[in-house]
């Protein structure tokens, strides 16, 4: 089945740093999204990305599928950016198959 | 508002014990999950389903059991086969079943005591 292996698994940073998230995935895939997990489990979607650029605010996320990778970008970090960070890409019969998560943590 | 609803956040259970963990939506979702997480691991699937009195297995499916018999409402059962039941349960629902515009409750932890 297909692989999705996120990196860093672990990140610290101070408030105001920016910060690069990367997902490679071993095939081609159907779609691929970005969750955020808070600190008390609450998981919310934060982009639906198969393909291209989009941006919301301060995150934005860049996916090429021909080189089979994801990044997301978080500028100007806040402590309410702390959490977990999953890919998570859709195969040929739509489920979903998740990455490990990047743990983020964003110090006052 | 409309969103997930899961209910216990907290529960313990013994040895031997079947428990109920409720998921309720009032999205008007066609499809509902369950998914496992265990620490420092991302999600992995348990049971989900498309379509009232329909449910399909997911990946780690032993020793669990759903039924579906409304569309609001998506319990899972852990049963007393589930030897390593301890983690974090959560419950989504998507519009239709092609795994585009998750809503996730804020999850029930398990443990067994």
């Known amino acids: 089945g297909i692989q999705v292996e996120q990196s860093p698994p672990d990140l610290i940073l101070q408030e105001g740093a ?14 691929l999204q970005w969750f955020h997990q808070n600190p008390w489990g609450q998981l919310i979607n934060l982009f639906y990305i198969p393909s291209g650029t989009k941006q919301n605010g301060r995150l934005s996320a860049t996916t090429v599928a021909t080189e089979r990778y994801s990044l997301l970008y978080i500028s100007s970090s806040q402590t309410t950016d702390s959490g977990v960070y999953f890919c998570a890409v859709s195969d040929s019969n739509y489920q979903l198959i998740w990455g490990a998560g990047t743990k983020l943590i964003i110090k006052p | 508002d409309g969103g997930i609803t899961q209910s216990p956040k907290y529960l ?20 509902m999950y369950w998914y496992r997480q265990d620490p420092g691991q991302g999600l992995r ?37 589930q030897k390593n039941p301890t983690a974090f349960y959560l419950c989504a629902s998507t519009p239709d079943g092609f795994n585009y515009g998750y809503t996730f409750g804020s ?4 443990t067994v005591v």
Do not use: M
Request: net charge negative; with cysteine.
């Open chain 1, 18 to 31: 920016n910060s690069t998230l990367r997902c490679n995935f071993s095939d081609s895939v159907n779609n």
């Open chain 2, 12 to 31: 313990f259970r013994k040895e031997g014990q079947n428990v109920t963990l409720s998921c309720e939506q009032n999205l008007n979702h066609d499809a």
């Open chain 2, 45 to 81: 699937l348990i049971y989900y389903s498309q379509i009232v009195n329909d449910f399909q297995k997911g990946d780690i499916a032993e020793g669990y059991s759903v039924s579906r018999e409304k569309k609001e409402s998506f319990p899972l059962t852990v049963t007393s086969a």
């Open chain 2, 107 to 110: 999850g029930t932890r398990l």
